[in-house]
């Protein structure tokens, strides 16, 4: 049996930032007054690193959260497109232009451009179907992924 679990994680970034980097400055304070007195490395440059790979990681969630928000489709699902795409040799970048494009392509199939509504019909997917859904990205990736994958 397949399952998924999704986790969604609200953060302020801003907030979480200053904490970590005032922990950061307190942390090698610290280690320089330690290393000082006992004349000796206690490799806080690598928990420095760690610290700094962490909040890059925070810079990622607030970008997939924000163009998630652009394209008012789910976190959950762009992670998965993303792992898709990743795990099919592409980046999350190209996952992201995907993104992008599919929003516009949905956009002008609203508004009745004839060429997008042949794109989707190819799809199997009705310009009806998509009125229908109010362009819900969450359900026309699926449908897309669906389509592509029968």
Do not use: C, H, P, Y
């Not at 006992?38 to 990681?57: D, E, P």
């Not at 009806?128 to 592509?148: C, P």
């Amino acid at each position: 049996m397949n399952e998924e679990i999704i986790v969604r994680l609200g953060l302020d970034q801003k907030g979480l930032e200053q904490g970590l980097a005032s922990g950061v400055r307190t942390v090698k304070g610290f280690a320089s007054k330690i290393e000082g007195i006992l004349g000796v490395s206690l490799g806080i440059g690598s928990a420095g690193a760690a610290l700094n790979q962490f909040l890059k990681a925070v810079e990622n969630v607030k970008a997939l959260q924000e163009m998630s928000d652009a394209l008012n489709v789910s976190v959950g699902t762009m992670q998965a497109w993303q792992l898709a795409v990743q795990n099919s040799g592409g980046s999350a970048q190209t996952a992201n232009t995907i993104f992008a494009r599919l929003g516009q392509a949905v956009g002008k199939a609203m508004s009745g451009s004839k060429e997008a509504v042949e794109q989707f019909n190819r799809l199997g997917i009705s310009a009806e179907s998509i009125q229908m859904s109010g362009g819900d990205l969450d359900d026309i990736f699926n449908r897309v992924a669906d389509s592509l994958t029968s």
